[in-house]
């Protein structure tokens, strides 16, 4: 008997009980769809933290001057400006150091025309878009010579350009932040969450120049409120950090025996433990799934034990008419292959149909990869031969006399 | 045996055993039966329940093999052979009608005859050729797409007729073909295979309990005990039967005529 017929003798077995075989493919397709879905949900999580860590910027940390005891009483962080111009200058010079910033922030009114809105203003350097992956929707980004000169020029947030000038152009308008006229060089293309100031939309840009003598009071003439550093690769993030605290203890002379008077906090950190935590739960989901699939395949061996019961007079006349024992183990065998072949199928579409839906909510991306579809395709065939090998080989044992004895 | 038409030994038993075995308790079945059957023969083999009949037919149709024993089919030791030789040399030498017909539910009627053509790995094509081919001569071509349940009786006992011709076997091997049928259909089963014998040669063994049937045979094998009783002419068999009984009397009349008993 050829492989086609032993197939085509598989389909009609099924149709002939085909409210048993739809029970017993809900099973399977439950497995299937959950393995596929955890997959894509895993996959989900996985884009989405990749695309908040472009948007951070990668393999960054944020040197800030650390709260320190005044008269036994600790004080707000960034109470007390130690970092400097320089600190950031020299941290730029280190050889596993990408680039560093260094940043002056600040809340201001930002008006045009009638218009006006409460933003916060970052004061850096160029060096600040290139770490952290800042793209230009219009116009330019700030210059080294803005920064040297002072310029009153700004680069807005999309969020910013949006509030103030509808659809209007608003490179080369004049804006005023905190009463003061800036002329708007650019405006930013990034959207989303960043680690120093909420939506990276919202921000208003100046050269930290400026913003010391326009916008913001600072202690000492060079202070600044925290560096932005970005190492060369993920790899040596750890090797930046020790380089940065050996660098900065060194500049403010603190003696081996005192603590830090700043702190680095390491974002590369953060974007590890959220990706080992996606990891996690892409393993976890992948087991709940395995799971349900593997109740599926005990329901196929189960009603595969009683087809082969029911059957034993056929299997019986199968034999007496020259079906081998290996014949009647493959009739069963791809039965349950079948069944859970066509499960996988409906499974997938229903994955698929499902994941689509919950796209279209747009809180969530999913998309079914060619992965999760060949794993659970591989899976459903793995299930099918594993369970329903054992009824198989029961049939292949029968005795033909005592088969057709059977009733 | 005057009218044989070759010399070959198509089947033969020597000294064959078959015990069964529950908790190691040996059951013994045969002991020790001798037969031989050349090919064109037409045979019935009678007996009463628990002669060993059913066994004895097994055993010639290979479904199962002696406890000891010789028994060679068509040239092939049969003793030595494994499940799957013994399954290949069934569809390959053997055509069943059974009792119960024993047709394969959800396959139309065309399908079942053919199927013993797939399991000879003959092509899905060829096979529905020769079943339709084998379907005419049983006169059931108008029935080819219907479903066995959905014919009578001697209908389906017919179809069963073209399934076991199908592959064209050296041996039919006939258990109580006409147990399920009325006396009219039983008889035009009965002719049909008798003209299989006298116009090709069919070799054919027949199991049955009923004199009248065992009547169309040529050659009458009584099993008494797990042992041959008689092995001759039919005619003559069937007289010393019918003469036991009347020797016998009137009580013992129904265990020899045990109508609807299982074989």
């Known amino acids: 008997m050829t492989f086609f017929q032993v197939w085509a003798e598989s389909f009609r077995a099924m149709l002939a009980n085909p409210m048993r075989t739809m029970l017993t493919m809900l099973g399977i397709i439950i497995g299937i769809a959950s393995v596929v879905l955890m997959l894509a949900v895993g996959d989900g999580i996985k884009a989405f933290i990749n695309k908040q860590l472009a948007v951070l910027g990668s393999n960054l940390v944020l040197v800030q001057a650390d709260s320190r005891k005044a008269v036994g009483a600790r004080l707000k962080t960034g109470t007390v400006q130690t970092m400097t111009i320089d600190d950031a200058e020299a941290i730029n010079r280190l050889p596993s150091v990408q680039g560093a910033a260094p940043m002056l922030t600040t809340f201001s009114q930002i008006s045009f025309g009638n218009d006006n809105s409460n933003n916060q203003v970052q004061g850096t350097t160029p060096t600040a878009f290139a770490i952290r992956n800042l793209r230009m929707a219009k116009g330019i980004a700030l210059s080294d010579v803005d920064v040297a000169s002072a310029a009153r020029v700004a680069v807005l947030g999309k969020k910013v350009a949006e509030q103030l000038f509808y659809k209007a152009d608003p490179i080369n308008q004049r804006i005023r932040i905190d009463n003061q ?6 405006v930013l293309d990034n959207e989303g969450q960043s680690f120093d100031a909420g939506d990276i939309g919202e921000v208003v840009m100046v050269p930290i120049s400026t913003a010391r003598v326009a916008l ?26 020790a380089d940065i605290t050996d660098l900065v203890r060194d500049r403010h002379r603190i003696r081996a025996d005192d603590q830090d ?6 974002f590369g950190e953060f974007a590890k433990s959220a990706e080992a935590i996606a990891a996690g739960l892409s393993i976890a989901l992948g087991f709940i799934g395995a799971v349900a699939l593997v109740v599926g395949g005990i329901g196929i061996m189960n009603i595969m ?13 199968r034999m007496a008419i020259g079906a081998r024992p290996s014949d009647v183990l493959w009739q069963f065998l791809i039965e349950a292959v079948s069944i859970c072949l066509v499960s996988g199928v409906i499974g997938i579409s229903l994955s698929g149909a499902l994941a689509a839906a919950i796209s279209a909510t747009g809180k969530f991306d999913m998309a079914i990869g060619l992965k999760a579809v060949v794993i659970a395709t591989v899976f459903s ?3 099918g031969v594993f369970f329903g090998f054992y009824p198989a080989r029961r049939a292949s044992k029968l005795q033909p006399v005592e088969c057709l004895r059977h009733e | 045996m005057p009218d044989m038409p070759t010399n070959d030994a198509l089947v033969q038993l020597t000294g064959v055993r078959k015990s069964y075995f529950s908790n190691r308790i040996e059951t013994p079945v045969l002991h020790g039966i001798d037969f031989t059957m050349r090919q064109g023969d037409f045979v019935a083999i009678m007996g009463q329940s628990g002669s060993g009949k059913s066994t004895l037919m097994n055993i010639l149709g290979c479904l199962d093999t002696p406890t000891s024993g010789q028994h060679t089919l068509a040239g092939h030791t049969v003793n030595t052979l494994s499940r799957a030789e013994l399954a290949v040399l069934r569809n390959r030498t053997i055509g069943f009608v059974f009792q119960s017909f024993n047709l394969l539910k959800r396959m139309s009627v065309l399908d079942n005859v053919a ?11 060829d096979a529905r050729k020769r079943a339709e081919v084998q379907l005419a001569k049983v006169g059931l071509s108008a029935l080819a797409k219907r479903q066995p349940n959905q014919l009578s009786g001697g209908q389906q006992q017919r179809v069963a007729i073209a399934r076991a011709l199908v592959a064209d076997p050296t041996l039919i091997l006939a258990d109580e073909p ?9 008889n035009d089963i009965m002719n049909t295979l008798t003209e299989l014998n006298r116009d090709r040669g069919q070799s054919i063994i027949l199991v049955t309990h009923e004199p009248d049937i065992a009547a169309y ?17 039919v005619r003559e068999g069937l007289h010393q039967l019918q003469s036991e009984s009347h020797e016998i009397g009137a009580q013992d009349a129904g265990s020899i005529h045990p109508q609807g008993a299982a074989t």
């Open chain 2, 115 to 125: 199927l013993p053509l797939l399991y000879g790995n003959v092509s899905r094509a």
């Open chain 1, 305 to 317: 034990l009683v087809s082969v019961t029911e059957r034993t007079r056929e299997i019986g006349i």
């Open chain 2, 217 to 233: 045979a040529k050659r009458l094998v009584r099993l008494k005990d797990g042992l041959v009783l008689y092995d001759g002419p």
């Open chain 1, 261 to 266: 008077d700043f702190r680095v906090v390491n």
């Open chain 1, 181 to 186: 006229s800036f002329q708007v060089i650019g």
């Open chain 1, 216 to 241: 913001i009071r600072t202690p000492t003439p060079r202070s600044v409120q925290y560096i932005i550093a970005q190492s060369r690769s993920a790899e040596t993030l750890n090797d930046m950090v």
């Open chain 1, 381 to 383: 065939c793995a299930v």
């Open chain 2, 178 to 186: 006409t147990g399920n049928l009325d006396t009219h259909t039983s």
